[in-house]
Each structure stands twice: as structure tokens, then as C-alpha cells.
């Protein structure tokens, strides 16, 4: 016991301690760093997942209901998605619970879809086709 007080107060009196230590945490701090945006990164991606689901219950919840306009739907939806959050603990910007909301609309089948491989009908109408810049060159180059 007597040697390692003696080895202690050598490594203080020196400045060894202090060196050691400082080398120390050059080597720490980046790894610690890296672990806390690590966990940062995990919390936002949780609370984008979240969002996200609550955003497609919102819309499915609001889809049959005929006494609202869309604005008001989506309105509504918007709050009862920010709601949730805020009991949840989640502070999310309102931009984001609005884009989400709108995915989720886009996503429902509430969106009507063009089927790609059906051709467009032509309308009845002929076009007049101006004929003045469809000429031949005159030359080559």
C-alpha cells in the first residue's frame, strides 16, 4: 500500500497524472461523441416512425367521415397526430406533422391512381397545326 501512495504522489508531483489523463481523453472523447449522435439519430428516426403511423391512423379515422370538408379532415387529423406526440413526449415541428399527414393522404386510398398502361382518350376536337416552322432546310452544314 505504502508504494502505490508513493507511485501516487510521483505521477502528481510530475504531471504525469495529468498527462495521462489528457491522452486519455483525447481518445475517449470521439467515441463518446459518436455514441451520443448515435443515440440522437436512433430517438429521431423512433420519433419519425411514430409520426408516421399516428398520421395514417388519423387519415384512415377521418376518411369516412362525409360531415367534413378535406381542409377540416386534414386540420383535424393534424391536431389529433400533434396531440399525441406532445402526450407521447415527442416535441415534433408542426411542417413535419403536416407533410406526414399529407404522405399519409397520398398513400390512402382516398388518392385516386391513373393506371399507367391505359392510353388517354383523344378528344373529339382536331387541332389546327401551324405549318409555318415545319419546313425542310434549305441547306446543309
Known sequence: MKIAIEVWKYLLSTGMFGAVVTFAWMYIRPMLEQKEQHAKTLQEKEMVEVTVKLADQAVAS???NSNLTGNEKFKTATGL???SLENKGFNVDDKFVKHAV???YEKS???PTIDPDKKPTQSVETKKVDNVNNTQPVGTL
Open 62 to 64: 377521418l376518411a369516412g
Open 81 to 83: 397526430v400533434t396531440n
Open 102 to 104: 399529407q404522405a399519409a
Open 109 to 111: 386510398d382516398l388518392t
